[in-house]
């Protein structure tokens, strides 16, 4: 049996050591990976990961996404290279690098100068996870607005002021995030610059059945010990979902825009109540009055908005699927999440006198 020493010294230069960098994108389970699978509190520990010759680094969020929004590719290249030397000595010869904010990387001169570097040192595999575009831009916006209204850590809900994220509808956010590091940006950028038989590619909900976990570990990882270890203690993942609040994302965004059409008073006589409280308040006068959202005004994504998110996610799956959709059935779960694509028309719910009055006048938004 070889000994690690042995091992090390079977690294030629025609053999170098794996370098997996899984780079989401966000909205691909990435969380539920790092957390559930490979994290602290996950099925598999570092030990088992070891037994595989894999050394897996969790990395700061803060400290990797200030890197790649600076394009400070130096700095991170130089990370990396001080982190495989720890590695290394460590009697380890491969490592895991896992951090969404990497699917951010453009392939501009200067990214793929310090990116290409990686492979003098590494067989740099990338790992990534497909998801079927019109399930994931929707998904993104409802993580920009959950962001927007909730503190990620503490769950607690945001103050009206400093105002923070996206507080636009649907139609507006589609605009300014096309093709924002979708799973076939993440692709082809990756590929462009390691090579197509170099990105590994999973599928978020594949037909077969293979859950994420399992695809990462035993398909992407070709951990063997790992791979018996995540099966035997096998766990049912999950995934936060934050869509369950597209209600209430529609009553903050009309509180925001009573707030800044100074509909909302806050003097002597009336102290304005805290943002959550004016949403649950407009939630309830919804229910007062018998209406539902489908009631009111909505503005969803442009006809040519919708064209062009039609062919993308129609080549994204084409390129990106383990068994692509046949064409009826890719046409049918595109129209169906269409009609998810809407947000309430703040501007011209706000117009009509009954909603005015109502954010005016009512006293309920003063606090007592």
């Not at 920009?144 to 945001?158: E, I, P, S, V």
Request: aromatic letters at 12%.
């Amino acid at each position: 049996m070889k000994s690690k020493s042995d091992e090390k010294s079977s690294l030629t230069p025609n053999s170098k050591p794996k370098l997996f960098i899984h780079v989401g994108p966000l909205k691909t389970g990435t969380t539920t990976i790092q957390q559930q699978v490979i994290g602290m509190r996950g099925i598999l520990g570092t030990k088992d990961l070891a037994r595989d010759d894999i050394f897996y680094k969790a990395l700061s969020w803060m400290f990797v996404s200030n890197l790649v929004n600076e394009n400070n590719w130096e700095e991170l290249f130089k990370f990396i290279e001080k982190q495989y030397k720890i590695v290394y000595k460590s009697g380890i010869n491969n490592m895991l690098l896992s951090h969404e904010s990497l699917s951010f990387a453009r392939t501009t001169k200067s990214h793929i100068q310090h990116l290409k570097r990686l492979e003098t040192k590494f067989d740099v595999r990338i790992i990534m996870v497909y998801r079927p575009l019109e399930t994931w831009y929707k998904s993104s916006y409802n993580d920009d607005r959950y962001l927007a209204m909730y503190k990620k850590k503490t769950r607690n809900f945001r103050p009206w002021f400093p105002s923070v994220g996206y507080n636009v509808g649907i139609a507006e956010w589609f605009e300014k995030n096309w093709i924002a590091s979708d799973p076939l940006q993440t692709y082809e950028t990756f590929q462009e610059l390691f090579g197509k038989e170099k990105v590994h590619v999973l599928s978020l909900d594949r037909p077969d059945g293979v859950d994420i976990s399992e695809q990462f570990v035993c398909e992407a990882l070709e951990a063997q010990h790992s791979c018996e270890t995540l099966k035997k203690n096998r766990r049912k993942m999950t995934r936060e979902n934050t869509s369950q609040h597209k209600l209430f994302y529609d009553y903050d965004l009309l509180a925001m825009g009573a707030l800044n059409r100074r509909f909302l008073r806050d003097n002597d006589e009336c102290k304005r109540i805290e943002r959550h409280q004016t949403a649950l308040l407009i939630e309830s006068y919804f229910k007062e009055k018998h209406l539902s959202l489908e009631d009111i005004p909505q503005v969803c994504i442009s006809e040519s908005q919708k064209s062009k998110l039609y062919d993308r996610a129609w080549q994204a799956e084409q390129k990106l699927a383990h068994i692509p959709r046949q064409k009826s059935d890719f046409d049918e779960s595109f129209k169906k999440e269409m009609s998810k694509y809407c947000s309430v028309d703040v501007e011209s719910v706000l117009s009509l006198v009954e909603w005015e009055s109502f954010f005016r006048k009512d006293e309920r938004l003063c606090q007592t």
